[in-house]
């Protein structure tokens, strides 16, 4: 799993991280979560997960570039957001390119497609149970983003606009 964030207060990570630790202890312990990005809770958030005793199960980065983001991202069973603020987050849009189901809050205004074409979980309190169903599901969310990623390419907006003209001409 993994978490593309800045480290602050309405991104909700602690929230995370603790619902990362149900998942463990109720599931499986087969897998870590990636968080990427920085912040000034940071240190809160990796005391958070020594508390908790999965420090070993998080890795956190730090801010990375685009490059090598992506390789994590790609490889998750599931990007996690728990946001109670933002309206649009360009790591959605990057991880259904990559094929990467995402569990989210439904602030998000990504969550509206996300729900319809089933490309992950779109959740106000998810939780363990989700990050479950993502993993035993996996292959269907990925396939499903697999498929609709080429509705987020520039290729398909093109197409899109050529199709507005073609009718405006008749």
């Given at each position: 799993?993994?978490?593309?964030?800045?480290?602050?207060?309405?991104?909700?990570?602690?929230?995370?991280?603790?619902?990362?630790?149900?998942?463990?202890?109720?599931?499986?312990?087969?897998?870590?979560?990636?968080?990427?990005?920085?912040?000034?809770?940071?240190?809160?958030?990796?005391?958070?997960?020594?508390?908790?005793?999965?420090?070993?199960?998080?890795?956190?980065?730090?801010?990375?570039?685009?490059?090598?983001?992506?390789?994590?991202?790609?490889?998750?069973?599931?990007?996690?957001?728990?946001t109670i603020k933002d309206n649009?987050?360009?790591?959605?849009?990057?991880?259904?390119?990559?094929?990467?189901?995402?569990?989210?809050?439904?602030?998000?205004?990504?969550?509206?497609?996300?729900?319809?074409?089933?490309?992950?979980?779109?959740?106000?309190q998810w939780n363990e149970q989700?990050?479950?169903?993502?993993?035993?599901?996996?292959?269907?969310?990925?396939?499903?983003?697999?498929?609709?990623?080429?509705?987020?390419?520039?290729?398909?907006?093109?197409?899109?606009?050529?199709?507005?003209?073609?009718?405006?001409?008749?």
């Amino acid at each position: 799993f993994v978490v593309c964030s800045q480290l602050i207060e309405r991104k909700r990570i602690n929230g995370i991280i603790e619902k990362f630790a149900s998942y463990l202890a109720k599931y499986s312990l087969d897998y870590s979560l990636y968080i990427i990005g920085d912040g000034y809770l940071e240190n809160a958030l990796k005391k958070e997960s020594s508390d908790l005793n999965i420090s070993e199960k998080i890795i956190f980065t730090g801010k990375l570039n685009h490059s090598e983001m992506i390789p994590i991202l790609k490889k998750a069973s599931a990007l996690l957001v728990n946001t109670i603020k933002d309206n649009s987050m360009i790591s959605i849009v990057e991880s259904i390119a990559v094929g990467t189901p995402i569990i989210t809050t439904d602030i998000p205004l990504n969550s509206r497609y996300i729900k319809r074409y089933e490309l992950g979980i779109v959740k106000n309190q998810w939780n363990e149970q989700d990050l479950y169903e993502i993993a035993v599901n996996n292959k269907k969310y990925v396939d499903n983003c697999i498929m609709y990623r080429y509705s987020l390419s520039t290729e398909r907006r093109v197409d899109q606009f050529i199709g507005i003209l073609l009718h405006m001409e008749d």
